[in-house]
C-alpha cells in the first residue's frame, strides 16, 4: 500500500461530513462549467437553515443547484457568477446571482489578490492516481489557484470524469486536500449540438473565406462559432492549430476529419490548448486520456503575450449589439444580463497581436422580442444600459449575414458607412439619418 493511498484514506468522508466545515460568512470557490458538484451541492442545501451570508463564486453552470432551490430568494447563499450559462440567467432573473465584471485571464490574479479570503474550495475531480494526484478533467480555469488561497479543500471524486493531460495546473495533489467525497458515477453534464440556424450558416461561410491553412484557431460560445466549425470540418483547409478558452464538440469534428494537426503551431506544437471543456459525451470522451490535448489554467491560455505567440492566430466571437463606432457589447440587452465578458478582449487583442492573426465579431443583424418586433443590432449608440465589451479601437472584422468590414485603422465616417454596409436593409436609411445627427456620415458618402 502506497503512502498517497493510506492518506487517501484518512481524508475520505460524508458528503455532509465535509460540508460541516462550512460556517456563516464564508466565501466558497464553487462549480464551474463541467466540474459540477451533485452530491456536496446536495449536502450544503441541507444546511441552509442553519447559514447566513454565504458567498459562493461559481460560473458557466452545467447543471442546476439545489442550494439555489433551497434558498430562492437568496436569504442564506449569494451567487456571485464570472459568467451566465443559461442556468445562471435564470437565477439571475430569480434576483439571485450577481455578475463579476472581468477579463477571464485575470481570474487567477483576482483570487490571489483581490478576494479577500477563499475560506474553502470545493471541486470535482477524477480519482486519484497510483502518483497522488486527482485530475482537474475538463476545467482547469482557475482552480489551481484557488487551491492557493483556500483555508480548505474538498473534492469530489466522479468516476466519470475523462483524465485530462495538460500543460501544469490540471492535478491537484492528496497532499494538499482536506477532505475527499466519493460520489461514485455522476456523469458529465451535457451540453447538446444545436443545429445552427440559416443565418448562422451565412456568417460562418464569410469568416471561412477569410481562413488560411495552417491558422490557430480559437472558436467562443454559441452556434455561430459550432456552425463555423462544421463548416471547416468539411472544407480543404489543413494543419489547423488550436488555442482557445473553450473546447467544444466542433473542434472534435475538425480533428476527426484532419483539418487540425497543429503543426504549424510556435508553441504547443500539435496540442489543442484549452482552460475548459464542455459539451457532449463525444467531447469529453476525446479529452479522456488523450496527449494531443493540453489543459492549462486560465492565465496562460488566454494570456495576450502568451496565445499571440502563435502566429495566424484568429479569433471567432459572438456580440450581441454594436454601435457605429465600433463599441461591441458581447454582456447584455440594455442593463439586463446575458452572459459576460469572458475571454472575448483576451483574444480580440490577441489575435490582432499574432504575426497574420486575425480577430471577428460575428454577430446576426437583427433580433427579435418575444411580440414580434424586430430590431437592429447595429445602433447609433449603444442602448442604453449597455456594457462595452471591446473598445473600439480593439475590434477588427465585423460579420453580419449582410458582409464583413474591417475597422482598423478607419475614421468615424469609414467605421459608419461601413457598419452601415452590413446592417439588415430594413435599418439602413434610418441610421444614416443617425449618422448625420451624430457627425459621422460625410456628405459624399455613396447612398
Request: with cysteine.
Amino acid at each position: 500500500m502506497s503512502t498517497w493511498t493510506e492518506e487517501y484514506r484518512k481524508k475520505v468522508v460524508s458528503a455532509d461530513q465535509a460540508v460541516s466545515v462550512v460556517k456563516s460568512g464564508d466565501w466558497i470557490i464553487y462549480s464551474y462549467a463541467a466540474n459540477t458538484l451533485p452530491v456536496l451541492d446536495a449536502a450544503l442545501a441541507r444546511r441552509t437553515p442553519e447559514l447566513q451570508d454565504i458567498q459562493l463564486l461559481a460560473g458557466v453552470s452545467m447543471r442546476p443547484h439545489a442550494i439555489i432551490k433551497a434558498d430562492p430568494r437568496g436569504e442564506h447563499f449569494t451567487w456571485d457568477c464570472v459568467h451566465f450559462s443559461v442556468i445562471d440567467r435564470k437565477y439571475y432573473e430569480m434576483g439571485r446571482a450577481f455578475y463579476i465584471p472581468l477579463r477571464y485571464s485575470e481570474v487567477p490574479r483576482y483570487i490571489l489578490e483581490n478576494i479577500s479570503r477563499v475560506d474553502v474550495l470545493m471541486v470535482q475531480v477524477s480519482p486519484m492516481d497510483r502518483h497522488g494526484n486527482f485530475n482537474l478533467g475538463p476545467t482547469i480555469s482557475h482552480y489551481r489557484a484557488s487551491a492557493d488561497k483556500a483555508k480548505v479543500i474538498i473534492v469530489e471524486v466522479n468516476e466519470d470524469m475523462p483524465i485530462a493531460h495538460g500543460g501544469y495546473g490540471h492535478t491537484l495533489h492528496v497532499s494538499e486536500i482536506d477532505y475527499i467525497v466519493e460520489a461514485g458515477h455522476t456523469g458529465m453534464p451535457q451540453i447538446p449540438s444545436l443545429e445552427p440556424a440559416e443565418v448562422d450558416q451565412q456568417i460562418a461561410q464569410y469568416v471561412l473565406q477569410e481562413l488560411r491553412n495552417g491558422d490557430c484557431i480559437q472558436l467562443g460560445i454559441g452556434t455561430m462559432p459550432n456552425a463555423l466549425g462544421s463548416q471547416i470540418a468539411k472544407s480543404d483547409l489543413k494543419d489547423l492549430g488550436v488555442h482557445t478558452e473553450m473546447l467544444v464538440d466542433s473542434y472534435v469534428e475538425m480533428f476527426e476529419t484532419g483539418r487540425i494537426t497543429g503543426r504549424k503551431k510556435q508553441i504547443d506544437r500539435g496540442r489543442m490548448v484549452y482552460t475548459f471543456a464542455g459539451g457532449t459525451q463525444k467531447l469529453y470522451d476525446f479529452i479522456d486520456n488523450n496527449p494531443q490535448v493540453a489543459g492549462y489554467p486560465v492565465e496562460y491560455t488566454n494570456d495576450r503575450s502568451i496565445a499571440s505567440m502563435n502566429d495566424n492566430l484568429v479569433s471567432i466571437n459572438n456580440a450581441l449589439e454594436i454601435d457605429l463606432s465600433g463599441q461591441v457589447c458581447s454582456e447584455t440587452v440594455g442593463p439586463k444580463m446575458i452572459s459576460g465578458a469572458g475571454g472575448q478582449l483576451d483574444f480580440v487583442d490577441a489575435a490582432y497581436n499574432s504575426k497574420g492573426g486575425r480577430s471577428f465579431i460575428c454577430m446576426e443583424s437583427t433580433y427579435t422580442d418575444h411580440e414580434g418586433t424586430k430590431y437592429s443590432r447595429i445602433n447609433p449608440l449603444l442602448t442604453v444600459g449597455a456594457v462595452v465589451t471591446d473598445t473600439r479601437p480593439m475590434v477588427q472584422y465585423v460579420v453580419t449575414e449582410y458582409g464583413i468590414v474591417n475597422l482598423k485603422g478607419q475614421t468615424t465616417w469609414q467605421r459608419a458607412e461601413k457598419l452601415i454596409s452590413i446592417a439588415h436593409p430594413d435599418f439602413r436609411e434610418e441610421l444614416i439619418q443617425e449618422a448625420q445627427k451624430l457627425k459621422v456620415w460625410r456628405r459624399s458618402n455613396k447612398r
